[in-house]
């Protein structure tokens, strides 16, 4: 089975800080996703990417940043940490229009 | 662009009773359709998928799906829920031509009754 995995389950920043979600995904997948989860809003796309040093903006960007320096990881940047920002962040990679695979989550609280 | 509605944002069942969680969704041609669950402090699991072909779907955990064109519909049915059945689920669509990215909807949190 693919693996989707997340460093952190649990992160908690201050105010400003630069906040790093790293994502690592092993089965060669050339699509990956961050989405953020919230209650009621369902999830959001931040970024996504189909290839290494290739990025797509999704539909709340602001506020972040991606990097993909090699293909299996994906990492999402808080350049500077807001409250607003507290969230579940979710991982995925896909090779195929067949579905995503989610990583566990990072529940991220910016203090 | 796609969208998906998940008209219901609780629902309380009674175990053994029979679940529709429903899902529609705008798209101008026939989507890709997901069914996910997520279980409290989990990532989301695939439950089924629909791409062409039979529109009942069968998924994993006993659930099934009927994708209704007219109806622009794409409702997750299991006959008899269990406890553990407990948890939140997200319809999405992809667009066929678009990649491989998905929308979801916003969610139905499932709470069962003993």
């Given at each position: ?5 997340q ?5 908690v920043?201050?105010?400003g800080e ?20 919230d209650p ?9 990417s ?10 709340i ?34 090779q ?11 529940r991220?609280?910016?203090? | 662009?796609?969208s998906?509605?998940?008209?219901d ?21 026939t ?8 279980s409290p402090?989990?990532?989301?699991q695939l ?17 099934e ?5 007219s ?7 299991k ?8 948890a939140e ?22 709470m069962?009754?003993?």
């Amino acid at each position: 089975d693919v693996k989707v995995t997340q460093s952190s389950r649990y992160l908690v920043k201050r105010t400003g800080e630069k906040v790093f979600l790293e994502c690592v995904q092993d089965m060669d997948h050339e699509n990956m996703f961050w989405y953020r989860q919230d209650p009621g809003l369902g999830l959001r796309l931040i970024y996504f990417s189909y290839d290494v040093k290739m990025k797509e903006k999704g539909d709340i960007p602001e506020g972040y940043s991606v990097s993909r320096e090699k293909k299996e990881r994906f990492s999402l940047i808080l350049e500077s940490a807001s409250t607003n920002q507290t969230s579940m962040y979710l991982c995925a990679s896909t090779q195929t229009p067949y579905g995503y695979t989610f990583g566990s989550g990072t529940r991220l609280t910016v203090v | 662009a796609q969208s998906v509605t998940q008209p219901d944002i609780h629902i309380t069942v009674s175990e053994g009773a029979s679940l529709e969680l429903r899902c529609n969704y705008s798209y101008g041609a026939t989507p890709y359709l997901f069914w996910y669950v997520q279980s409290p402090g989990q990532g989301l699991q695939l439950l089924l998928k629909y791409f062409s072909g039979d529109t009942l779907v069968q998924g994993i955990k006993g659930f099934e799906a009927e994708f209704k064109r007219s109806q622009s519909s794409f409702n997750l049915r299991k006959p008899s829920v269990h406890w553990s059945d407990a948890a939140e689920y997200f319809c999405a669509v992809g667009a066929r031509n678009a990649g491989n990215m998905l929308t979801f909807g916003g969610g139905t949190r499932l709470m069962v009754k003993p």
